[in-house]
């Protein structure tokens, strides 16, 4: 029987994929997470053999609490389920540590597939991703700039080039407006930019903007 820990803020979407998964004869709900906070205990305290981690729950960003639990547990096979398309999250996940990802959009048939492949120790991945993260092995000197960010960084340069304020995003994150001012700060200097319409330009130019 594969264990699973389902870890989104939202009680729709874990109740949602509950019902998918308990279709499996070979497939068990053992565990639900609506923070951060909560997957950290709870891995301390049972064994699941696939995590199911939303990336954008509130407080710590998904990919940071996917770190967290990486250093937990390295054996721990993380399944990424967000909103956010592939191109934006998908390599910065896997290189993460993540056995796979997919967006909240794919057919109930993946997401089966994918918790299988994963739980026995494989990859679940598209052939786009995998090409990008073949054409990262070329070394640092050909990325672009957004891809030498921190996560939290990139997360909130994604946010920014969405068109959100710095209020705004603070709010979404639960984070201080100090805090996310820093990192705006801190991206314009790192990516050599001036302003927030630069950061939106870039972040259309590059596809970051779902």
Do not use: F, W
């Amino acid at each position: 029987m594969i264990r699973i820990l389902i870890a989104d803020d939202h009680a729709v979407v874990r109740e949602g994929l509950r019902q998918i998964i308990t279709k499996q004869t070979d497939m068990s709900v053992v565990g639900e997470a609506a923070n951060g906070a909560e997957v950290l205990g709870k891995i301390k305290d049972a064994a699941y053999d696939v995590v199911l981690l939303d990336l954008s729950m509130p407080g710590r960003g998904g990919l940071e609490i996917l770190g967290d639990i990486k250093r937990e547990n390295p054996d721990s096979r993380v399944l990424i389920l967000s909103v956010h398309s592939e191109s934006l999250y998908a390599v910065r996940a896997l290189k993460a540590g993540a056995a796979g990802y997919l967006t909240k959009e794919s057919a109930p048939e993946q997401l089966v597939e994918a918790i299988r492949k994963v739980s026995h120790g494989g990859k679940y991945i598209s052939p786009s991703v995998a090409e990008r993260l073949a054409n990262e092995l070329g070394g640092d000197s050909d990325r672009p700039p957004h891809e030498k960010l921190s996560d939290r960084e990139y997360q909130v340069l994604c946010l920014l080039g969405s068109g959100k304020t710095v209020k705004e995003i603070a709010e979404e994150l639960s984070l201080s407006v100090p805090s996310i001012s820093t990192y705006r700060a801190r991206i314009l200097e790192k990516m050599n930019m001036k302003n927030n319409a630069e950061l939106a330009h870039y972040a259309i130019r590059n596809g970051l903007v779902d």
